[in-house]
């Protein structure tokens, strides 16, 4: 199983970014699909999930910012993140899993500065 995260970097406060999840070595279709961050000396802080059938989940710190998606051809699952705050500066990581998350990538570091 692997889950790999693309997309994060350095954007001033306002900005956007795209988060991309690769996924591979398991049926893709039969997982929901999280999205985790971790902020700079705090815990861990789920952020939005997309079941297998595409219905979407948002933590309220990022509702009406942050939209999930997936594209089961492709085994990916995308962040789109807009608005961007400081607080939102984390690691995030997506993670696999339908009672619990059983596999976690290695996260994406995003950083909101001026």
């Known amino acids: 199983v692997q889950l790999v995260e693309s997309g994060g970097g350095l954007v001033q406060p306002g900005g956007s970014l795209r988060l991309s999840c690769s996924a591979s070595g398991f049926t893709f279709t039969t997982y929901t699909i999280h999205w985790v961050r971790q902020a700079p000396g705090k815990g861990l802080e789920w952020v939005s999930r997309v079941s297998t059938g595409s219905k979407t989940y948002y933590a309220d710190s990022v509702k009406g910012r942050f939209t999930i998606s997936r594209d089961n051809a492709k085994n990916s699952v995308w962040l789109q993140l807009n608005g961007l705050k400081t607080e939102d500066t984390a690691i995030y990581y997506c993670?696999?899993?339908?009672?619990?998350?059983?596999?976690w990538g290695k996260g994406t570091l995003v950083t909101i500065s001026s």
């Open positions: 993670a696999k899993g339908n009672a619990y998350l059983d596999y």
